[in-house]
């Protein structure tokens, strides 16, 4: 009698037990978009992904320190760092600012078409595209020689950039490890023929969104500040790579600069402007989603993400 009485709640809790574990883990993350207003503008910020970066190694100070600056920010090394591309719908042309890494970096990156079309856009709509530095995981994602992810597009960068990472010359005298940093990018503009069309210096390139020099990650590195309205959006590219590091210390410099003196000086630069000015910023490398405002903290900069909000 007793052990009858015990096998009807044993069976229920072993029956529980297996619905429980019925549901395996997602291990999947939602596609990253998110959009704001600007003004008559609207920004729709695109996560390519993220990619392992051990900062320690890469950026130029003591490894203890830069640990102790991650770990204040609950951070360990190798970083979990975003990589995102910014599109901005000015009501006459879609704008896409970067293009994430396409498939040159691995499989945590690559996302941008399912983040593009998770937000409501095809490739075929994007009608121009501004490249801030020819580096792989910025270019990669136009797509190859045989198929270009945006197939109406205009394709603009800075000359400088275009002269050197588009060389032939300069990927013959590359060394073995470094052919990669040429090959990517001219694979990925290829297939856009006479549609890519580099620029000179300081240019408006339509309406509301102009390049501004910003040399010294790369030979071309470019800022590209738009503007609606009275309100203001700076994206820096890659003046930056470390929040946690750069905003509170930004004399700190990285290993992926061609001249980390003129990076400096741009990133310093570009934060002191934005904290005086109190306009909107945002930076490839940033936390998705990766708009914020500075305000200067002592020696160097707090930065204030975005609060979340939906269009109305």
């Known amino acids: 009698m007793i052990l009858k009485k015990l096998a009807v709640p044993f069976a229920i809790a072993a029956f529980a037990s297996a619905a429980q574990a019925a549901a395996p883990m997602a291990k999947t993350q939602a596609p990253g978009f998110y959009r704001m207003a600007l003004g008559d503008f609207e920004v729709t910020v695109l996560n390519d992904g993220t990619l392992d970066l051990p900062m320690e190694q890469l950026l130029h100070q003591k490894p203890e320190k830069t640990n102790k600056a991650l770990a204040k920010n609950f951070l ?61 995981d910025h270019v990669g994602g136009l797509g190859t020689q045989d198929k270009p992810a945006f197939p109406n597009a205009i394709v603009r960068m800075d000359k400088h950039d275009a002269d050197f990472f588009l060389s032939k010359a300069n990927l013959d005298k590359a060394s073995a490890d470094a052919k990669d940093n040429f090959k990517g990018p ?119 993400p975005v609060n979340y909000s939906v269009p109305r």
């Open 76 to 136: 360990k090394t190798p970083v979990e760092t975003s990589v995102n591309a910014f599109l901005i719908n000015t009501g006459s042309k879609l704008v896409l600012i970067d293009t994430g890494a396409g498939n040159l970096f691995g499989p945590t990156l690559g996302n941008i078409l399912k983040s593009l079309n998770a937000a409501g856009y095809k490739p075929e709509q994007v009608d121009e595209i501004y490249i801030t530095h020819l580096h792989g």
């Open 186 to 304: 001219m694979s990925a503009v290829s297939g856009y023929g006479d549609k890519v069309k580099p620029f000179e210096g300081n240019t408006e390139l339509v309406p509301g969104v102009r390049a501004t020099s910003s040399y010294g990650h790369t030979p071309g590195h470019t800022t590209y500040v738009v503007e609606s309205k009275g309100q203001k959006l700076v994206l820096i590219g890659d003046l930056m790579h470390s929040a946690a590091v750069q905003f509170p210390d930004p004399s700190v410099t990285i290993q992926f600069d061609s001249d980390s003196k003129a990076a400096l000086a741009q990133r310093k630069a570009a934060f002191a402007e934005a904290a005086k000015q109190g306009y909107w910023m945002g930076a490839a490398h940033l936390p998705f989603p990766a708009i914020g405002h500075l305000r200067a903290e002592g020696k160097g900069y707090e930065f204030y």
